[in-house]
């Protein structure tokens, strides 16, 4: 009896199934000549900007473009710069106290030889007794007779005046300089701990002229004074271990210009900087 339900079984049958071509999703980039020169092109470009706009700025304080200097990587690669030629510094002098010859030490004589020399000093003391003349001695020469007194010379009054008394004048000249001279425009004062670092610089346009005279009140600081902007970076004078320092300073360029001071010893220096003169502003922490 067959089922109503019942449906003719048909034999299975697998169908294949085409991947869809990878062209469709996927574009790939002809290997022709001209394709392969210009990507290497456009990544030998991104490589060059890179130097120029990051690398050479944070590494060497090099920076040609100026965004170095807007992005602070050019202050950091100043620093860079400074802490290698402290290191460099301190390694060359180890090395020349390393190689330095010993100073001579006086040579000890020994007690067996003072007591021969004490024992010969007493035979010559005894024959100078029987002799009858101290030993080392000679006759005094006669003294020599006394000169007549020169003749009172009355005393003539001078006036002294600036043109008669050329000390006097320069004396007068240099306190009226120091009067005449400006006061200090900007002043200011910081306490750095053992290797602590600090940079102070004064914005000035190219041949501007600034007074300055820092001081580390009785310590010795490390310092650099140089200058940076406009895709320019100049190092003017660089010192170890110095304990103050006066002068002018006259920008080569226009930009910011002034020190970097790093404490190299194991106390606190407090330095203080003063300032007068040609430029715009002082930058300060």
Known sequence: MTNRFDTPKAPLRAE???PAPA???VQSVPATPGGLIGSTLIAAG???AILVLFW???EYGIDPTGVGGLTGL???????QQLSAEAEADAQAAAASAVAPAIPTAAVVPEEVLQRLDRIDAQLAALATVIGAPVGTAEPAPAPEPAPEPAPVAEVPVAVTPDSDPVGASVAEATEAASAAPEWRDEVSYTLAPGEGIEVKLVMEEGQVARFAWTANGGVVNYDTHADGGGHS????QGRAVPEQAGELVAAFTGNHGWFWRNR???PVTLTLRTAGQYAEMRAP
Do not use: V
Request: glycine fraction near 8%; avoid cysteine.
């Open 16 to 18: 294949p199934r085409h």
């Open 56 to 58: 050479l700025p944070a």
């Open 23 to 25: 062209s469709a999703n």
């Open 46 to 48: 991104a490589a060059g």
């Open 74 to 80: 050019t202050e950091m690669g100043e620093i860079k």
């Open 234 to 237: 100049i190092s003017y004078e």
């Open 265 to 267: 010893t194991d106390a």
